[in-house]
């Protein structure tokens, strides 16, 4: 096998037409490796008091007391730029920035201090107006060629009051629309062509535009740091669980490769079946913990929607525990099984036809990457059918129109 690798001017293509599965697996694992440890970095800024550090911590699933958040208050917590990694996805950097509502403020300064050119794109956050200060500093993002997007904060706050004082003729829908136009009309004044506003509460994430928010990020971004975009983002919402999928889905054959391909060693009582278990065991692993099913995530999320944690966990007929050696093996052998019939499966597509021709190990990797997959999904639909069950604040999101 070393020598077919270190054919002179084999081509992806012709490694592959080949079935020469450890020359495609060598020339595929820099691609997996960046595609894993890409980096991103997101910035949030907006004026004191208008919840951008609360919202660092929401975006990484954190509360306000949890040991890693961001320091939160009613006067100005950040000096500088400072980075947050997300707790599951270190890679991806959630950046608190200074706030802006000082009379002094300067755009071009601001940016300079804030390092824009580091940021992939930016999240401005006002509980109130948008102001010249708000629109001074989009123009500058947005002449610099980045993503940004207006966030009206603290819209449950608003919703309490309107209701307190107009209980009798209360009407989220037309609030909403009020302070929507509001903002855009406030923006437009200011020079901006169509600011895109969502609006949010950073305690309810669940709650208004952060769906479409998130929407609209995975739309947007770079398509080589999609795929790290959708892991890191929270699952609370059923086009984002898909998204999530076909992103996974769309990997696992470049998974299988590597893992069959690159260092590879047989399966403790798997018959014909060699690959690198580690590898594969994070890759299911990972799955889950992108779809929110692991212990950490389904804790916060019983709590966000006030849900007896017992009832999320029902909801969850995967794997319960974490993800371990012997359920990994176990998979490969019954896949090991059926490697035969899902070779013949494999055979009708393109590339994949060729590497399932190598030996079973191929084809049993891909079935186990597979199914893991689809159960972690399965599972992330029910637990977030439960977690929105009878509870009259919530509506399971869908994916609203703005």
Request: with cysteine; glycine share 6%; net charge negative.
């Amino acid at each position: 096998m070393a020598s077919k690798i270190s054919q002179p001017g084999l081509s992806l293509k012709e490694a592959c037409e080949a079935g020469n599965l450890p020359a495609v697996a060598a020339m595929l694992q820099p691609t997996l490796h960046s595609l894993e440890n890409v980096r991103l970095d997101i910035g949030i800024t907006g004026e004191t008091g208008s919840g951008k550090s609360t919202f660092v911590n929401a975006i990484r699933g954190l509360g306000d007391e949890d040991p890693h958040s961001a320091c939160t208050g009613v006067v100005e917590m950040t000096m500088d730029p400072t980075p947050y990694p997300h707790p599951k996805y270190p890679n991806v950097i959630i950046w608190d920035l200074p706030g802006i509502g000082t009379s002094s403020f300067q755009a071009d300064k601001y940016l300079q201090g804030v390092l824009l050119d580091q940021l992939d794109f930016l999240l401005l956050l006002s509980s109130g107006r948008f102001t010249t200060n708000h629109a001074q500093l989009a123009g500058g993002v947005l002449r610099q060629g980045k993503s940004l997007y207006f966030i009206r904060s603290k819209v449950d706050v608003d919703m309490a009051a309107s209701h307190s004082r107009r209980p009798s003729t209360f009407s989220e829908e037309r609030v909403l629309s009020q302070i929507r136009d509001d903002c855009r009309q406030r923006l437009e004044g200011e020079g901006l062509k169509d600011p895109k506003v969502y609006l949010l509460s950073m305690f309810e994430l669940g709650k208004y535009d952060f769906c479409l928010l998130e929407e609209s990020m995975v739309k947007e971004v770079k398509s080589h740091k999609r795929h790290v975009l959708l892991a890191a983002l929270p699952s609370i919402s059923r086009p984002i669980l898909d998204k999530k999928a076909d992103s996974l889905r769309q990997h696992i054959w470049l998974v299988a490769t590597v893992a069959c391909g690159v260092n590879p060693s047989p399966v403790p009582g798997v018959q014909d079946v060699a690959c690198d278990l580690s590898r594969l065991i994070r890759s299911v692993e990972g799955y889950r913990c992108s779809f929110g099913l692991d212990e950490d995530s389904l804790v916060k999320l019983a709590e966000w929607t006030c849900q007896p944690l017992h009832k999320i966990l029902q909801a969850v007929p995967g794997p319960k525990t974490k993800v371990t050696k012997a359920l990994v093996v176990d998979l490969l052998e019954r896949a090991s099984r059926d490697a035969s019939a899902f070779t013949q499966e494999l055979l009708n597509v393109p590339v994949l036809g060729a590497l399932a021709t190598c030996g079973i190990s191929f084809a049993a990797v891909y079935q186990v990457l597979r199914s893991s997959l689809d159960v972690a999904f399965r599972d992330a639909q029910s637990v977030l059918t439960q977690a929105f069950l009878n509870n009259s604040d919530y509506e399971l999101p869908e994916g609203p129109n703005q």
